[in-house]
């Protein structure tokens, strides 16, 4: 579950030659980077903890007059091409590098920040130019883009600036006979029931409608091609990628004929499809893209009127959440199962018969994205959400969200303490006498998390008076009474660990460590009170990579894929204190 808190970060960007007319084109995040191309320039900024601009691109006047200014724009995956068509119908391919001059943030350890330079390696024309056709999004794989024109065709080009051509996609896939059913409903929940939908006919794709928008998603081999009339088509596409046109062959129709924008969930193979009714639909992709929910704020006393048809779309990186754009005004996040997490559009009332509006002399300044969303990302790690008005070229919004840990495992224990993690803190939340909530605000010790950004791990100890925190490597120790920290004192030690899941063992910690050189994972076990190789009470070796892990008294669950489930008895013999070291046995594993 995502939490937002704080006001959003303003991140400024360099104004162009032309403020007027400029509006970004493209935001993106690639290896904690984030790239923001505007119509006059290209600007590489940090997306780690520090937010800092490392290079930047600016086009001369007369480039601009000459070639026109950028109009569509996408990045490598590995993050070192940028490739931008412009106005004038010309390809520009820019090289990103980095340099050896490191960029200083201040405090002791030295900065993982470099300077980057960013290059221009090609400028050629199109062979379209002379066509006068309009340009969809470009989407690519390693070695070649695909660029989607508004005579309905698709364009081939490769990352060397190659050009190899056009071709159609057959605008009736073979089951285009079949209909697809629009819910009448607007409700946050699951499509079935209520009054019949509308029907509408899959045959209503004339061959030269325009391509909008194409969402390309290699993990699925899946090609998603939105046309301008709001119908979407699947396409599967070879292990191959894009390169050649025959291997991508479209399949089905998608959505109510109505899509505006999309966007892919891989890992749950979930699509979620935006409408001009400013609802967002969402398909299940494993059982044949049946529609499972539709989520809207028409419950909350917001209809089209006052959003807008949809602009975008961006899933949270572990897919359990996603974030939803609209033209007009504001952006709002839900969760897979429709609950609204977080919105920037103010709640005035909750009345569906008369939408709140914003009369003209309401003081509404102060709400974020009040003339629309156009662009959004989510970091790598799901604690921003980069957002970009509407018709803005001045700033973007970084949204910082916190993760709620598991207060309830496996065995059903339920901690006193609700705890929220972000980038680099804690928010823990409990209850008071007086039954008011009292949010404990803890920021981590700069000498780790500035080495270790960012927070990946959080548990707290079945009495709530311990929390164990680890980030990329190593974990420190909260002792909530004393209110201190305990970290490993040999820094070699620490970084020895990469921690991929955290439990506690009564005093003990245990570290779910994944070991580098092996590729193997393994338990270690820690005492409370001291954090060193010294006090290890014990490793015990992982099968696998572990599913789930959680801790029933003095049994320890671990499940590895696809249907294994291990229980390791631990029997500790002696007292755990700091001054006598108990011996730490375990029992035989059963499955």
């Known amino acids: 579950m995502y939490m937002s808190y704080g006001w959003p970060q303003v991140i400024p960007l360099e104004q162009g030659l032309y403020p007027s007319s400029q509006q970004i084109i493209y935001l993106k995040v690639i290896n904690r980077l984030f790239l923001v191309v505007s119509p006059s320039h290209i600007e590489l900024w940090s997306s780690f903890q520090h937010k800092v601009r490392l290079g930047k691109y600016k086009r001369s006047?007369?480039?601009?007059q000459r070639e026109g200014e950028n109009l569509q724009a996408v990045w490598s995956p590995d993050g070192k091409l940028i490739a931008v068509l412009t106005s004038s119908f010309f390809l520009h391919i820019f090289k990103v590098q980095f340099t050896d001059k490191r960029i200083h943030t201040g405090g002791k350890q030295p900065s993982s920040l470099f300077l980057a330079s960013i290059s221009l390696l090609l400028s050629e024309q199109v062979p379209f130019a002379e066509k006068d056709l309009a340009l969809s999004n470009i989407v690519c794989d390693n070695k070649h883009m695909l660029v989607g024109l508004s005579n309905g065709s698709l364009y081939n080009i490769s990352w060397k600036g190659e050009f190899y051509g056009s071709f159609e996609l057959d605008p009736f896939p073979c089951d285009s006979s079949e209909i697809t059913q629009i819910p009448n409903s607007l409700d946050n929940g699951f499509a079935s029931g209520g009054a019949p939908g509308v029907i509408v006919s899959d045959h209503n794709i004339s061959s030269k409608s325009a391509i909008i928008q194409l969402e390309l998603c290699l993990p699925l081999r899946l090609l998603l091609v939105l046309y301008s009339d709001g119908q979407l088509v699947s396409c599967s596409v070879s292990k191959k990628g894009v390169k050649q046109a025959e291997s991508i062959k479209a399949e089905k129709r998608l959505g109510s004929g109505d899509a505006v924008c999309t966007s892919v969930a891989s890992e749950q193979e979930l699509l979620a499809v935006g409408t001009r009714r400013g609802v967002v639909e969402l398909y299940d992709l494993t059982e044949s893209a049946s529609l499972i929910r539709t989520v809207s704020l028409y419950d909350w006393g917001y209809s089209m009127d006052d959003t807008g048809s949809v602009s975008c779309i961006a899933w949270t990186p572990d897919n359990s959440a996603f974030a939803v754009g609209w033209k007009l005004r504001g952006l709002t996040v839900w969760s897979v199962s429709g609950c609204r997490l977080m919105s920037t559009i103010r709640q005035i009332g909750l009345s569906s018969v008369s939408s709140p509006m914003v009369k003209p002399n309401q003081d509404?300044?102060?709400?974020p994205l009040m003339g629309g969303t156009s662009l959004m990302q989510w970091d790598e790690y799901g604690y921003r959400l980069y957002a970009i008005e509407e018709g803005s070229s001045e700033r973007i919004l970084a949204f910082s969200f916190g993760k709620?840990?598991?207060?309830?495992?496996?065995?059903?224990?339920?901690?006193?303490?609700?705890?929220?993690?972000?980038?680099?803190?804690l928010l823990v939340v409990q209850s008071e006498d007086t039954d008011d909530l009292k949010m404990l605000h803890l920021n981590l010790p700069v000498s780790y998390i500035s080495q270790n950004w960012p927070v990946q791990h959080v548990a707290a100890s079945k009495d709530g008076m311990y929390l164990a925190v680890s980030g990329l490597h190593g974990l420190i120790i909260y002792d909530i009474r004393l209110k201190k920290w305990r970290v490993f004192g040999d820094i070699t030690q620490e970084q020895k660990i990469q921690c991929k899941g955290l439990l506690w063992l009564g005093k003990i910690v245990v570290v779910c460590n994944y070991i580098d050189a092996s590729n193997t994972y393994e338990l270690l076990f820690y005492p409370r009170y001291h954090l060193d190789q010294s006090s290890l009470l014990g490793r015990k070796p992982l099968l696998a990579k572990p599913m789930v892990m959680d801790v029933y008294q003095e049994y320890i669950l671990v499940t590895y894929r696809p249907f294994d489930v291990h229980i390791f008895h631990v029997k500790l013999l002696g007292e755990l204190t700091p001054s006598n070291t108990p011996d730490l046995q375990y029992g035989n594993s059963q499955s």
């Open 61 to 64: 006047s007369d480039s601009l």
């Open 364 to 367: 509404s300044k102060y709400e």
């Open 404 to 425: 709620c840990c598991l207060n309830r495992g496996v065995s059903g224990t339920t901690h006193v303490r609700q705890v929220i993690y972000g980038e680099d803190r």
